[in-house]
């Protein structure tokens, strides 16, 4: 089965610049994370999704972070304006079903971002 | 609140011989632990995880972990290891009860020839 796809694999910006990263999640999959991953740092939650709502995004910076998936599926995670401690890896993952804690998270490449 | 603490940032090791990768976790309530790999320029995937049940868990790639609620720890054993574990691995635990997993800084394995 196809894996988590996600792009572009990698970008640079300038500072208050905007981005966007585009994820598509493992077929049937309810639930889609996106992760933030810092250099030297494990993953950090930013947002998840069940279908299409939202289950937690009390770390994502809402003045300038938003995502949405749309119909349950794609998800597309956007910084505007871009600040120079937004360089990092966003990883964005996916789970069968709903009970989230114990499932199986498959995650994708990942997105490289440096802010400049 | 839960937190994961990996103790090593990097472990070096001479092929096939046994590795340890240590992971503590704060939690007060009942936890579920998980054991991810990244390879190079890959995405992570999953190695083992602890749900309930006996806490001797096998995984992937001839990889165990042994869940120790005493001591709040869940370390990652592999009695003879490969060129090709050289990779990093995070420690995650959700928390019963709560929604979300955390990850530890991870620990870089470099397992040399």
């Known amino acids: 089965e196809a894996g988590v796809a996600q792009s572009p694999r990698y970008k640079i910006i300038e500072k208050r610049q905007s981005v966007a990263f585009w994820c598509n999640p493992i077929?049937?999959?309810?639930?889609l994370y996106w992760y933030q991953q810092i250099l030297g740092q494990g993953p950090k939650l930013l947002i998840q999704?069940?279908?299409?709502?939202?289950?937690?995004d009390s770390q994502l910076p809402k003045d300038r972070f938003s995502a949405e998936r749309l119909k349950g599926v794609d998800s597309t995670l956007k910084i505007q304006p871009a600040k120079l401690e937004d360089s990092a890896v966003y990883l964005c993952a996916s789970s069968l079903g709903t009970v989230f804690l114990t499932d199986t998270q498959y995650f994708g490449p990942g997105t490289r971002l440096t802010v400049l | 609140a839960q937190s994961v603490t990996q103790l090593d940032s990097q472990v070096p090791v001479f092929e096939e011989a046994p590795v340890e990768l240590r992971c503590n976790y704060s939690s007060s309530v009942s936890v579920y632990l998980f054991w991810y790999v990244q390879y190079p320029n890959q995405g992570l995937q999953l190695l083992l995880k602890?749900?309930?049940?006996?806490?001797l868990v096998k995984g992937i790639n001839g990889f165990e972990a042994e869940f120790n609620k005493s001591q709040t720890s869940f370390h990652l054993r592999k009695p003879s290891v490969h060129i090709s574990d050289t990779a990093e691995y995070f420690c995650?635990?959700?928390?019963?009860?709560?929604?979300?997993?955390?990850f530890g800084a991870g620990t870089r394995l470099f397992v040399k020839a």
């Open positions: 077929s049937g999959h309810a639930t």
């Open positions: 995650a635990v959700s928390e019963g009860g709560g929604f979300k997993t955390i």
């Open positions: 602890y749900l309930s049940g006996s806490t």
């Open positions: 999704f069940q279908n299409n709502g939202v289950v937690d």
